[in-house]
């Protein structure tokens, strides 16, 4: 498959196929910065006016319960509750069933699962600033520090005992997730939804979701996905090294770490997992990446429902036994383009080069709704060559975006969800790998990258840049606006 959407009704891929964005009863909604990275939501109702309501609820849900368990605003009540010492608070039913969650995967992880993880992070983070491994000395107080109880749980109370930083992170999302789901599944009018926040996803009620597994070996949003799968009131969770972590004297250390020996994970590069249970999906996502494949296996056994696939720092992929059931095809689709067929008398692009297309998207105090974005090539002649992305929530603001509206006039595209390791927010990568809308090899020549950005009701930008594809590794930084804060492109081998 040349491109996949990502997210919800969000980058889309040139495969011909009728857009669920048409039909009146479904809202697709795209933002960036919650709850530190993005979310993509496509509600499916009776009306568009039930939508807009149910997208209503699970902004508010998503909020309340940030205040409740964040752990980066000083004000939420977590943070509060952690700057209590040796006393049984009363706590929320919510702030209680996330600890209650943490003491009961740690101890069905063996300790991997672990508030104070944030304790190695941490440390690690200082190595990087230093540039210098962590010492054997310190990775032993560390680990000594996050490996234990940090908190005794009663009846509708915590009790803070110890002084490690902690974090809700691991699976708190996931948590949320579910909640606000709940929330708006249940309006009346409400017959599906999915929820997708930075690469985790949800899907309930009558609808099924296609999702592409992010290959971490080449995780642009549009890169060839590893796998597709399609889910029905299901959860699935990712986690892997390949978007954040440290780099230290050269080399790249991941996010995941293991609390018990407070090293980062080695062996496996990425952990997907599916399950009824959005907690259960990503708790495991993170445990996966920690322990052993052995052990990873023996403990999805005891989980009825549950089906991962894990892929190792070899690229070698380990699957539970019933995974198989859960994949849908990866053939390649034609699709319809007005391209005209490749001269083969000209050079034609380097099969092992491709074109790495980078962005970041501006941040606006209080508004967190992502802007319509589309990407695409055009040869020396102006002619359309491949549609790369466009993001949209209803077909009718498609031509806010001028020049991709002018050139193409089109939203006869697929689309399918993204599950992946967590995305900085506002931060994407798309990749061109050469190909028209065809799937033709192009000539090498000079074409020209299109970024453009609007907001409904708010302003237009676009950013276009020529380069020559000679078969030559080249970069370039391209000037940033208002609504796309930075971008660069760079042609590369693979």
Avoid at 205 to 232: C, F, Q, W, Y
Avoid at 236 to 253: M, Q
């Amino acid at each position: 498959m040349q491109a996949l959407n990502v997210g919800l009704a969000s980058l889309i891929s040139a495969i011909p196929q009728a857009s669920a964005s048409n039909h009146a009863g479904i809202l697709s909604a795209h933002f960036d910065h919650i709850l530190g990275t993005s979310m993509d939501l496509k509600i499916i109702a009776n009306t568009f006016e039930i939508a807009e309501n149910a997208e209503q609820l699970v902004l508010a849900e998503i909020k309340r319960l940030s205040n409740i368990l964040g752990s980066f605003d000083t004000s939420t009540e977590f943070s509060q509750w952690q700057k209590t010492m040796n006393e049984a608070v009363p706590v929320s039913d919510e702030l209680h069933a996330v600890l209650h969650s943490f003491d009961v995967w740690n101890e069905r992880t063996g300790g991997v699962i672990q508030a104070a993880a944030e304790e190695v992070n941490q440390l690690w983070k200082l190595a990087a600033l230093e540039n210098k491994l962590p010492s054997k000395e310190s990775l032993q107080e560390v680990a000594s520090k996050a490996n234990q109880s940090h908190w005794e749980l009663g009846d509708g109370t915590a009790t803070h005992v110890t002084n490690a930083a902690l974090r809700l992170h691991t699976f708190a999302k996931s948590y949320i997730m579910d909640q606000a789901s709940e929330k708006a599944i249940k309006e009346i009018g409400v017959e599906g939804l999915v929820i997708n926040i930075g690469g985790d996803l949800i899907v309930k009620g009558n609808h099924t979701e296609k999702i592409a597994l992010t290959d971490p070996r080449n995780s642009a949003e549009n890169a060839e996905p590893l796998a597709m799968v399609a889910l029905h009131n299901k959860a699935v969770a990712t986690s892997g090294d390949y978007r954040r972590g440290v780099e230290i004297n050269g080399s790249k250390y991941s996010h995941v770490v293991d609390p018990r020996t407070a090293l980062p994970a080695e062996e496996i590069i990425s952990a997907t997992v599916i399950h009824p249970d959005a907690v259960t999906a990503g708790a495991l996502a993170t445990a996966f990446n920690v322990l052993t494949i052995a052990e990873s296996k023996a403990l999805a056994v005891s989980i009825p429902g549950l089906e991962f696939l894990l892929m190792d720092r070899e690229g070698q992929i380990t699957t539970s036994e019933n995974w198989s059931n859960q994949m849908l095809s990866l053939e390649n689709k034609a699709a319809k383009s007005s391209i005209s067929m490749v001269n083969l008398k000209e050079k034609v692009w380097n099969a092992n080069q491709e074109l790495l297309i980078n962005f970041e998207l501006a941040t606006f105090e209080g508004r967190f709704r992502r802007p319509f974005v589309a990407v695409w090539i055009e040869d020396e002649d102006h002619k359309p060559v491949r549609r790369i992305a466009i993001w949209y929530n209803k077909p009718r603001w498609l031509p806010e975006l001028r020049s991709w509206y002018s050139a193409l006039r089109t939203n006869d595209i697929d689309l399918a969800s993204i599950t992946s390791a967590t995305r900085p927010a506002g931060n994407y990568s798309l990749v061109w790998d050469g190909k028209n809308d065809a799937g033709q090899l192009v000539n090498q020549g000079k074409y020209t990258v299109f970024v453009e950005a609007a907001r409904e009701h708010g302003t237009y930008q676009l950013i276009k840049q020529e380069m020559n594809f000679d078969g030559k590794p080249k970069d370039q930084v391209l000037p940033g606006n208002e609504e796309i804060s930075s971008a660069s492109l760079a042609y590369r081998n693979k």
